[in-house]
């Protein structure tokens, strides 16, 4: 397993400038559909839910 991986890192024959634009593209688009933009749907619209009830519940220092 360990020797498999050496010689991945050591391929010279490694991706080019256009591939490593598709897949930054793919992650993007990943990302966008995992942490969401739209109203109500999406991790990132539970996790604003979350933060924003734990928020309500936290009362400020006494003094700040």
């Known amino acids: 397993m360990l020797s498999s991986i050496t010689r991945f890192l050591r391929d010279e024959e490694g991706a080019t400038a256009i591939e490593y634009g598709i897949i ?12 969401g933009t739209g ?8 996790l604003n839910g979350i933060f924003v009830a734990i928020g309500n519940k936290v009362t400020p220092a006494a003094g700040g």
């Open 24 to 35: 930054a593209g793919l992650m993007a688009t990943i990302l966008i559909a995992v942490f």
């Open 39 to 46: 109203t109500g749907s999406g991790l990132g619209q539970i």
